[in-house]
């Protein structure tokens, strides 16, 4: 609440003119107005008026008026203080009778004040609640029953005028009407939806169901060449054309077709592919790239890889430079699988850092790729882009891409210690033994994430040397975590290594250690 | 007539299995996830455990533990696609399964690796 | 002279709430409409995604799954042999038994073959003494640690499993929950999909578990609950934690993922200390903390969320258990925003400070005692017939009607992306829910707020002056004296 007080202030301080213009409104500014106003209050409590003739001289029936009081001046008369306003209008309208040159002045606390100032003296009084207003309408002047009859009947009237006038309600009114119209709507939409989503639910179940028997018995009955040569009739037996012209069958065939590609194996897939043109779903493939949505051309892209439909390529090439993310990458993702030329120059050339989602995409099908084409995987190293070249390494050590590791010795001493992690962690899963020196080297660093890599890769591939190093770092580390990381590798790459370094430590620290890493439950983790 | 049990949870995997077994004359049953096949091998006793390593509740690796100990004579091919993982791999091998068959995988082989192992 | 400032208050106080529900109008109205995209575009991204790659893919991260336990022996092992069964290639469970008074640990040990190890356990981040950490020889359950502790609550036990957390991701989860097997992969995507910003943590929804039925681990048909609370929270879950979430995801200002199923990376989990186990709001604290971490490194970041429902929970349908949960939830919520009261209206914190933080401050934090002044106010009004008691009233049909109007979307959201309560009867129940909640349930949320508030108040002394004067910046955590944590 302590944060509200601030903002308390600033509204007041916004707030408080508002509230002045607002009080003063009530009393008209004009002088003909402010009068009238004067005369329903009958009587200000400070405010005296008088009246200034500028006449030379005036009736002496007029003179001698009791309620006037005139006494007689230089320029001409003037009259008594008065300070019942009540009498104004009475008293004026004698002096206007006798068309009389003369003025109203008003005093407040028997002072000559002028219009404004008189203004300010009365707004000040309404303000300060000193003095409540009186209006016109307070208390009939005549006989009510007279007045009653006079008024015409109309019911509410002044309310149904106050609602309409007043903008405000009026617009608060609106918006309920309007939130209502809106809830009910949706309420309305929400039950006609249920029912067709439900319905739509249970026909993709029931299409589930009945697509599982006939695609077994397909796969398993026919060979690849009676697949091809399967005429309308016997693709009839099949799936009946009644449920293949609904496009939820066959999107659900599809959805089967492609999943099954995906889990099978020799010329299941090749049936499967020639089964997929044969039911002319290729052509509701290449018929989604012209969609308007990008999730639809997506689809499409996705469909066209998976069934390794190559006559869509040339269309597909149009995509490579679509200024959607996924459309581009899953298009890119088709020509590295059905080109014949596997070219990773556009991967290279990528300055977007690449996400794991996409070096997952493109792992599955670079692998695929690997086992018939011909991957020059090193032109990745020369990417401007970190990202793409630390992919790069991953993809030698993935692919078991032995051949590359004189590449990837070259140039690993020049590379950042980010890539240099992920080299030396190829390097211990393809077993490099001869780039044992590089490891050393990485031991030696000052980088503790370099260090802890270059250690895991010295407990495959370490000599001496490495073991020296390791007993050297495991005495000046301070951190837990990292000491059991140097041990473990130590214990591993030199069991003779690994007690000294345990034995002559009496810490409590390396103790726990130790039993940690000789507990057995403890290897796997 | 050989009794094969295929623990597996992707429905179509599973039918496209059982179909091409059926074709070679095995008697066949189906199971969709891990507890109900622990309870099926206890109550079936089949010749051949056919069982997915992923599955809901139990993984297959359980299902083999529990085969070892209550039917250690019935031989198991474990189906799966996890075969990336090596210690999968060594693991179902450790615990003694016929065969290990990863995804992507091809039926008619599969028919002949159980043909095989039945014989 | 006094009536004047009588009647000045009521003025201000009146522009005050004039202002507020308007705010309140337009801000929902955004919300609605940022939330609305953020979901068409997950459901077309899900179109054509295939999560079967991630599972056996070498390029995805491996997951930690942290699931503290405390007295929960009767469904600890069945808990536990789901978390072990999901679909997911390079994942862990560590289970933490924090300190519990039932056999959990007895059980647990019996059932997975469990056995004391010589875990070396290296309290980086600091927690209450561990008895022992266990796991079991049997292969089938090499997944599984056990950390037995001594009670020290669930940011506790959660910083326990961190500290011997093996891999990258930590997957928080309450060990009651009922997970979709699936739920890994799913989660684990908005952190393979980080480019130029760092994912530091992922958020996930969390569906309603009463009166459904569960088979293996998911829940297979979905019931409305029979209680008026238990509808109530089904609309509101709706409400706050599919449609909210995903329009502050869409602007990248997430203050709030559900602890019961929340998913960090964890080397900055570690970075900023762990869970703050002295403010009962442990959840929005960690996030805040990590977010205010990462904008005081100048490193651009977000936080995911994913909401396909992959997580179920039971919710609590007593009143009592409920009115103990919503005061925690708001003390949390005040705790967590005076910790890091440094944040707010600071441009320094982008969208989090400018944005995300004032409108807790304001509509999270402030909004039962608005609320319950806003009516009082119009009764007042009334009482002294003034004219513009009538806006007021008004105003307070604007605002149930606002509120008819954005239960319903959420309820038609749910519907459109998942479709969830086949039934019509149950549509129709909730729809029933829809117009009676504000009336019938919502004074109570609103009570049980005010009795949050004042129940923070009342909380002096010791951490309440830690908490009220706030961390100065996010790694403070880390350098409090380790005496004064465990006081």
């Known amino acids: ?525 | 007539m050989k009794r094969i049990l295929i623990i597996e949870d992707d429905l179509l995997i599973s039918s496209l299995v059982q179909f091409r077994l059926k074709k070679d004359g095995y008697e066949t049953f189906l199971v969709s996830d891990g507890n109900e096949g622990i309870k099926a091998i206890d109550a079936l006793v089949p010749d051949l455990i056919i069982t997915d390593v992923m599955m809901p509740f139990r993984s297959g690796i359980e299902i083999i533990h529990h085969a070892r100990q209550s039917q250690p004579d019935i031989p198991i091919i474990v189906l799966s696609s996890l075969g990336e993982e090596e210690q999968v791999v060594l693991e179902a091998f450790n615990l003694g399964v016929a065969d290990f068959i990863p995804k992507p995988f091809n039926p008619n082989e599969l028919a002949i690796r159980v043909k095989r192992i039945l014989k | 002279m006094y009536s004047f400032l009588f009647y000045l208050i009521l003025e201000f106080l009146g522009l005050m709430f004039l202002i507020l529900s308007f705010s309140v109008i337009v801000i929902y109205l955004i919300l609605m409409i940022l939330s609305a995209f953020e979901m068409r575009d997950y459901i077309r991204k899900n179109r054509f995604a295939d999560y079967g790659d991630i599972i056996t893919s070498p390029i995805a991260p491996g997951v930690s799954i942290l699931a503290p336990a405390f007295n929960e022996g009767q469904n600890i092992v069945q808990n536990a042999q789901s978390l072990l069964s999901l679909h997911y290639g390079k994942f862990e469970v560590i289970i933490i038994n924090d300190g519990s008074k039932d056999d959990s640990l007895d059980k647990l040990i019996q059932a997975f073959e469990l056995e004391k190890t010589n875990y070396a356990y290296n309290a980086e981040i600091e927690t209450k003494p561990i008895k022992a950490i266990y796991r079991s020889r049997n292969m089938s359950y090499r997944r599984l640690t056990v950390i037995d502790k001594e009670n020290g609550g669930k940011a506790d036990a959660l910083n326990a499993g961190i500290n011997i957390a093996d891999l990258e991701i930590l997957a928080c989860i309450d060990v009651d929950c009922i997970l979709s097997s699936e739920s890994i992969s799913r989660m684990v995507r908005p952190f393979m999909e980080e480019t130029n910003k760092k994912v530091i943590a992922v958020g996930g929804v969390i569906g309603i578990a009463n009166n459904c039925d569960v088979v293996n681990g998911t829940v297979t048909t979905y019931r409305v609950p029979e209680t008026q609370l238990g509808k109530f929270q089904v609309i509101e879950y709706f409400r706050a934690f599919l449609m909210g979430r995903m329009a502050w995801s869409r602007i990248n200002g997430l203050m709030l993922i559900s602890g019961a199923f929340g998913f960090f990376r964890k080397d900055l989990v570690r970075a900023v200390g762990g869970y703050f186990p002295k403010t009962v709001g442990e959840d929005m604290e960690l996030i805040v903390r990590m977010r205010r971490y990462m904008d005081e490194q100048k490193i651009p970041h977000k936080v995911g969320f994913v909401p396909d429902p992959l997580c179920w929970t039971e919710v609590p349908e007593d009143e009592q258990i409920l009115s103990r949960q919503r005061n925690r939830w708001m003390r949390g919520t005040i705790e967590t925003l005076q910790l890091h009261q440094a944040m707010q209206l600071n441009p320094k914190y982008g969208i989090l400070g400018m944005i995300s933080f004032p409108f807790w401050s304001i509509f999270e934090k402030s909004a039962p005692i608005l609320e319950a002044s806003g009516v009082i106010y119009t009764l007042i009004l009334l009482a002294i017939g003034d004219f513009s008691a009538v806006y007021f009233i008004a105003l307070l049909a604007m605002m149930y009607l606002l509120s008819l109007l954005v239960s319903s979307f959420s309820v038609l959201y749910e519907q459109i992306a998942f479709n969830h309560y086949k039934d019509k009867k149950d549509l129709q129940k909730l729809i029933w829910m829809i117009i009676t909640e504000p009336i019938l349930v919502h004074p109570k949320i609103v009570f049980w707020g005010v009795m949050g508030h004042i129940d923070f108040i009342k909380g002096k002394g010791g951490w309440g002056i830690m908490i009220r004067s706030g961390f100065k910046n996010a790694e403070e955590k880390k350098k409090l004296n380790p005496q004064v944590t465990s006081s």
Request: aromatic share 12%; hydrophobic share 40%.
């Open chain 1, 1 to 525: 609440m302590k944060k509200i007080l601030p903002w308390f202030i600033v509204f007041l301080l916004f707030f408080l003119p508002g509230v002045i213009q607002a009080q003063s409104q009530i009393i008209p500014e004009d002088s003909i107005g402010f009068r009238d106003f004067l005369i329903v209050q009958k009587e200000v409590p400070g405010l005296s008026y008088r009246y200034v003739l500028g006449e030379k001289s005036i009736s002496d029936e007029l003179a001698s008026d009791s309620i006037y009081q005139f006494s007689k001046t230089d320029t001409g008369y003037v009259s008594r203080l008065i300070s019942d306003f009540d009498l104004a209008e009475r008293l004026e309208n004698r002096l206007v009778a006798d068309s009389l040159d003369y003025q109203l002045v008003y005093f407040v606390f028997s002072n000559l004040s002028s219009h404004e100032s008189t203004y300010e003296y009365l707004a000040n009084l309404i303000r300060n609640g000193d003095y409540q207003v009186k209006f016109d309408e307070d208390g009939p002047k005549e006989d009510l029953v007279s007045l009653a009859s006079k008024a015409p009947y109309s019911p509410l009237q002044k309310f149904k005028l106050r609602f309409f006038s007043d903008y405000q309600l009026f617009g608060v009114t609106l918006v309920i009407f309007f939130f209502f119209l809106v809830a009910l709507g949706m309420i309305v939409f929400m039950l006609v939806m249920k029912a067709r989503k439900n319905k739509r639910e249970n026909l993709l179940k029931e299409y589930e169901r009945i697509i599982i028997d006939p695609l077994t018995s397909l796969l398993f009955e026919k060979e690849l060449k009676e697949i091809q040569e399967m005429d309308q009739n016997e693709i009839e037996f099949y799936f009946p054309q009644t449920l293949l012209s609904k496009s939820l069958y066959k999107d659900v065939l599809v959805e089967r077709i492609i999943g099954l590609n995906k889990r099978m194996k020799g010329e299941f897939k090749d049936k499967l592919k020639s089964l997929y043109k044969k039911l002319e779903l290729d052509k509701n493939s290449m018929d989604l790239l012209r969609n308007k949505k990008w999730d639809r051309v997506t689809m499409g892209l996705v469909q066209i890889n998976e069934m390794d439909l190559v006559e869509a390529l040339p269309e597909v090439k149009k995509f490579t430079n679509s200024s959607n993310f996924h459309i581009r990458s899953q298009a890119v993702a088709i020509l590295l699988n059905l080109s014949d030329q596997v070219d990773l120059t556009f991967l290279r050339d990528q300055t977007f850092p690449i996400s794991l989602w996409q070096q997952m995409n493109y792992l599955r099908i670079i692998r695929f790729a690997s086992l018939q084409k011909d991957l020059k995987l090193e032109v990745l190293f020369d990417s401007q882009n970190s990202s793409i070249r630390i992919f790069g390494y991953k993809l030698v050590r993935m692919l078991g891409r032995m051949d590359l590791i004189g590449v990837l010795s070259s140039i690993a001493g020049g590379v950042a210690e980010e890539e240099k992690i992920e080299i030396l962690e190829t390097y211990s899963t393809l077993g490099a033994h001869m780039e044992v020196d590089f490891i050393n080297e990485c031991l030696h660093a000052q980088n503790p994430n370099l260090n802890l890599a270059a250690a895991k890769a010295a407990s495959v591939l370490g000599n001496s040397e490495s073991a020296e190093i390791l007993f050297g770092l495991i005495k000046s580390e301070t951190s837990f975590g990292n000491k059991l990381h140097y041990l473990k590798s130590l214990y591993e790459l030199d069991r003779e290594k690994f007690d000294q370094a345990t034995l002559d430590n009496s810490s409590n620290e390396i103790l726990k250690i130790k039993d940690h890493i000789l507990d057995p439950m403890l290897q796997n983790v």
